[in-house]
């Protein structure tokens, strides 16, 4: 856990040396009393609380929770988490919605309504919550487009089970805006896990015009047992939990869920970022997908999963990406493409087109 959450706190921006000296304190992550991961991040998100510095109380409460919740301290870090949120939303008067969702199944945040935009709809990966999300949600004015945030089935306030069939979230997402947005044009943003989802609704669903999506699972990680066996304990245990698995059968009970090859054709763009030393996505995800999206665009970094150690990089990226599908924003697609381009270059970083 410790060496996952430098990941996470890279990603949010948390001061390194804040979160060195956090993770000194922990000697256990199995309870919530003295010593425990969850009472030394709670203690700092209490204390940017009482400052009301309500983005760094978010932070902290995430990790207080992390990976998931099951007991009552990680319970109690959530909810304080989510009323952060709400309380940096109201304080700076944001122009972010609540939606609930599928009847009460899962919630998002949603900025840009009403404008008749585009969407888009992004997801983290089976340990990212919304509220880490906010900045795509700033975006939305400047980019023109209708932006949702939500959570992967399992995780955070999304009441579903991980399974294939979840996919279905990205259609009620549209399916509630359909009076509010440009339903008939979105894009999708999802990381990790969620991008397997992603990818199974952008083949059935011809709302979406795009795919973004950063280390998936697609086929080698379900089928594959010998580097299933090596992917690291907590991302299992994660996986157990949000599947409503055991970890002892997890393997077995995951391993049909590859896109199959009978799969109707992705025929959107699709702009894969895989990380060359990834310890828990395969690199042979990127050919496996070569031949189910006919428009595939891979970018390699060399780094780890999640790629922490190009945020800067990688973002560029990922809004070259989002902007590339929108043909109301070539010339900024393009800007933006050649900014990233250069950049990395300088690090030895390039794209690759698929036929």
């Given amino acids: 856990m410790k060496d996952l959450v430098h990941l996470h706190s890279r990603a949010q921006a948390i001061d390194r040396r804040l979160t060195a000296a956090v993770l000194a304190a922990i000697e256990s992550a199995e309870h919530d009393g003295a010593g425990s991961w969850t009472q030394a991040w709670s203690e700092v998100g209490e204390a940017a609380w009482r400052e009301q510095r309500w983005l760094d109380a ?5 990790l207080a929770r992390f990976p998931f919740v099951q007991r009552e301290g990680q319970r109690r870090a959530h909810h304080a988490c989510v009323a952060s949120f709400a309380a940096w939303v109201h304080q ?3 122009r972010v919605e609540t939606l609930t969702i599928a009847g009460g199944a899962f919630k998002a945040y949603a900025a840009g309504l009403d404008h008749d935009w585009p969407m888009l709809i992004v997801t983290g990966g089976i340990v990212s919550i919304k509220e880490q ?13 209708c932006v949702v945030v939500a959570e992967m089935p399992g995780v955070g306030e999304n009441t579903l089970c991980y399974h294939p069939s979840a996919h279905a979230m990205y259609g009620a997402i549209l399916d509630t805006l359909v009076q509010r947005a440009n339903t008939a044009h979105c894009h999708l943003l999802a990381l990790s896990f969620s991008g397997h989802l992603a990818l199974l609704h952008a083949s059935v669903d011809q709302r979406i015009i795009g795919v973004t999506t950063v280390g998936a699972p697609v086929v080698r990680f379900f089928r594959d047992e010998a580097w299933f066996a090596q992917v690291p304990e907590v991302t299992k245990r994660t996986l157990a939990h949000l599947t409503r698995y055991t970890p002892e059968t997890l393997f077995e009970e995951m391993r049909n869920w590859a896109l199959p090859d009978d799969l109707p054709p992705i025929t959107v763009p699709v702009y894969y970022l895989q990380s060359k030393w990834d310890e828990i996505i395969p690199e042979g995800e990127v050919a496996a997908l070569g031949w189910l999206a ?10 780890v999963h999640g790629s922490p150690n190009h945020l800067g990089l990688m973002s560029l990226w990922i809004v070259s990406t989002i902007l590339a599908t929108d043909p109301r924003q070539r010339i900024k697609a393009g800007l933006v493409k050649l900014a990233w381009r250069v950049r990395a270059a300088m690090q030895g970083a390039r794209e690759y087109r698929h036929a």
Avoid at 294 to 303: N, Q, V
């Fill in 294 to 303: 006919s428009d595939l665009r891979s970018y390699r970094l060399p780094d």
């Fill in 92 to 94: 700076t008067r944001q």
């Fill in 58 to 62: 978010v932070k902290m409460f995430n």
């Fill in 133 to 145: 999300w906010h900045r795509f949600l700033q975006l939305a004015e400047r980019l023109r487009l």
